[in-house]
């Protein structure tokens, strides 16, 4: 199976440079409601559910300013992903303890697991660069978030 970029899966109209939710729960709700307007979601109730069934399992805060909301759901036929950046800064209960200000929301088919870890692992690649970090959160477009991701997966 030919791996997209994770370039390939966002949605770009769902990007949201711009969240004004001010806790975790509501900026989960604030991006799943961008990957809602795709209309790929079959079942709405069911994967934020899934998301936050997922979130109580553990924080996908991982560090670094970054959170990966994600799940593995019934609700969805492929892979979708959106972004999204919070200017100040959500508690999210990050493994650092530090605010996330960079988003990615991803929500998988539970028959494509294979393609799930490996979007997974590929964001988690693509963040180690604190050069990435800071041109996302520079970013003035979504066009522009788009290609920062691409011209970053091409250097992989």
Do not use: W
């Amino acid at each position: 199976m030919e791996t997209k970029n994770v370039a390939d899966y966002i949605k770009i109209d769902t990007i949201n440079l711009n969240l004004e939710s001010k806790n975790k729960n509501a900026v989960i709700k604030e991006l799943y409601n961008n990957l809602k307007d795709t209309g790929l979601i079959k079942n709405e109730e069911q994967g934020l559910s899934d998301i936050f069934a997922r979130e109580e399992m553990g924080s996908t805060g991982i560090g670094k300013k970054i959170a990966l909301p994600h799940a593995k759901t019934n609700a969805v036929d492929e892979l979708i992903v959106t972004f999204g950046i919070s200017k100040n800064g959500v508690s999210y209960n990050s493994m650092d303890d530090e605010d996330v200000n960079i988003f990615f929301m991803f929500l998988c088919p539970e028959n494509k697991t294979q393609e799930y870890l490996k979007v997974l692992a590929r964001i988690s690649r693509l963040i180690r660069d604190e050069k990435f970090i800071d041109s996302l959160l520079k970013a003035n477009s979504n066009k522009e978030i788009i290609e920062i991701i691409r011209a970053e997966e091409m250097n992989e």
